[in-house]
């Protein structure tokens, strides 16, 4: 089944900096790959997701890359904000017949002000 | 912005009672998902529903575990006879769709076996 590793799982930075997370999936079948942020007592929201068609998508700070080739798919953050504290999960999916979302081991994330 | 609810949100049981996990999807959704978080842990996919048939389960869904639709609005997880080990956060998820459509998830349930 598919195997999905996420690095690092705490990440600190100053407000303003760049936040910057990986992911590698083992599948190659997998062909979307969602990413979700998860406040604290809430339940994973999706903030960004990626098809196998497309390398790169952007929305505002967010941006999410994916490297097909070599499994791997990052989320990275510009300007950071306190409020974009929150643990972070990649997800892989395979759309042609299964229906789980394998998810990531998560990393928290920690913009001090 | 429609939501998926999940209800209680907290749940103490005492170790071999029945639990009912209780999920209302989003509207317009016909697959319904329920995953699991163990504190600190990832997010675990157990089951997945469609046209009122499990379509895919994990192999943590064993047979202590059952899902039902039992009316149109209304999806619910059953822990028949529960464990220590089934404590954690149980994520009702739902979307338009199967395939590379995102899944939409509640906020949890909270459930603690005494």
């Known amino acids: 089944g598919e195997n999905v590793e996420q690095h690092p799982s705490t990440l600190s930075v100053q407000e303003g900096d760049s936040a910057v997370i990986k992911c590698t999936y083992s599948d190659s079948a997998s062909n979307y790959f969602p990413w979700y942020k998860q406040e604290l007592g809430k339940g994973p929201q999706l903030i960004i997701d990626i098809r196998s068609n497309v390398g790169e998508k952007k929305d505002q700070r967010i941006a999410v890359t994916l490297n097909k080739t070599a499994k791997h798919f990052s989320l990275h953050i510009t300007e950071t904000q306190p409020e974009d504290s929150a643990v972070y999960f990649c997800?892989?999916?395979?759309?042609?017949?299964?229906?789980?979302?394998?998810f990531g081991t998560g990393t928290k994330l920690q913009v001090i002000p | 912005e429609p939501e998926v609810t999940q209800t209680p949100s907290h749940q103490v049981t005492q170790m071999g009672q029945e639990v009912i996990l209780r999920c209302v999807p989003i509207?317009?959704?016909?697959?319904f998902y329920w995953y699991r978080q163990i504190l600190g842990q990832k997010v675990e996919f157990l089951v997945s529903f469609y046209n009122n048939e499990i379509s895919e389960k994990s192999e943590i869904f064993d047979d202590q575990f059952s899902v039902e639709r039992p009316d149109g609005s209304n999806f619910t997880l059953k822990i028949r006879s529960t464990k220590l080990e089934d404590s954690a956060m149980y994520f009702c998820?739902?979307?338009?769709?199967?395939?590379?459509?995102?899944?939409?998830f509640g906020d949890g349930t909270r459930l603690s076996i005494l």
């Open positions: 998820a739902s979307s338009v769709e199967r395939g590379a459509q995102p899944q939409h």
């Open positions: 997800a892989a999916h395979y759309s042609g017949g299964y229906q789980k979302v394998t």
């Open positions: 509207s317009n959704h016909l697959y």
